[in-house]
């Protein structure tokens, strides 16, 4: 099993700035990482697939990237709606998710 | 309008059973892979099981033994049978189509979710 390590559990930005989100896989996982996004009381929802494509309606500020064991979530600026957890997760034999990235308003 | 709705949770005892159904609609079950993913109070996202077809089903080893999930593509409806449950069974179990990309499969349309709370 491919654990996933995100980093930092939380980061505390304000609306406008950028964050940047971290995910470290412990053996390669090629280009095969999705991000989601979960808001208080909500489902998660998917983001970034294939580590760079944003999923259908996904807004331009959000951006993936990397491969093999380091992937990076970019949010250029912060809108109010982004404060939320965020999740990467990988599909070896079967699925795993990173703990968890809170970013909250400072 | 795609929709995905999870129903059946409850509240039972330790080596209890309970079913969860998943109701889709907006688009056809028998064209998609369907995955259960769950989030214990206050934690974070554990893949549960994912159904292809028939044959097809897979389980994280903690549930490996004691869920089972099917399917009736009849219904549109995916069910979870959950046997022995055990405390740290506790969760909200989501329900969740998967999307097949160039390089692998995500869950992509997920429900609101359905509350199973294991307790004596």
């Known amino acids: 099993e491919i654990v996933l390590t995100q980093s930092p559990a939380t980061l505390s930005l304000s609306p406008g700035e950028r964050a940047t989100l971290s995910c470290r896989a412990g053996?390669?996982?090629?280009?095969?990482l999705a991000w989601y996004q979960q808001k208080p009381g909500q489902a998660p929802r998917l983001l970034i697939y294939?580590?760079?494509n944003r999923a259908t309606g996904i807004p331009a500020r959000f951006s993936g990237s990397g491969s093999g064991t380091d992937f990076t979530l970019t949010i250029s600026s912060l809108e109010p709606e982004d404060f939320a957890v965020y999740y990467c997760?990988?599909?070896?034999?079967?699925?795993?998710f990173g703990q968890g990235t809170k970013v909250e308003i400072k | 309008e795609v929709q995905v709705v999870e129903s059946g949770g409850d509240m039972v005892q330790p080596g209890g059973s309970l079913r969860v159904s998943c109701a889709v609609s907006?688009?056809?079950?028998?064209?998609?892979?369907m995955s259960w993913v769950r989030q214990a109070p206050g934690k974070g996202l554990e893949w549960v099981s994912t159904?292809?077809?028939?044959?097809?089903?897979y389980y994280a080893d903690s549930v490996r033994g004691r869920f089972t999930v099917s399917r009736d593509n009849s219904k549109n409806t995916v069910y979870l049978q959950m046997n022995s449950l055990r405390v740290e069974d506790t969760a909200l179990y989501y329900c969740?189509?998967?999307?097949?990309?160039?390089?692998?499969?995500?869950?992509?349309?997920w429900g609101q979710g359905t509350l199973v709370t294991v307790s004596s």
């Open positions: 969740a189509s998967l999307y097949t990309s160039a390089h692998s499969k995500y869950f992509y349309y």
């Open positions: 907006g688009f056809s079950l028998s064209s998609y892979a």
């Open positions: 159904s292809g077809g028939v044959d097809d089903t």
């Open positions: 053996q390669s996982v090629g280009s095969y």
């Open positions: 294939d580590a760079s």
């Open positions: 997760q990988h599909r070896s034999h079967w699925w795993t």
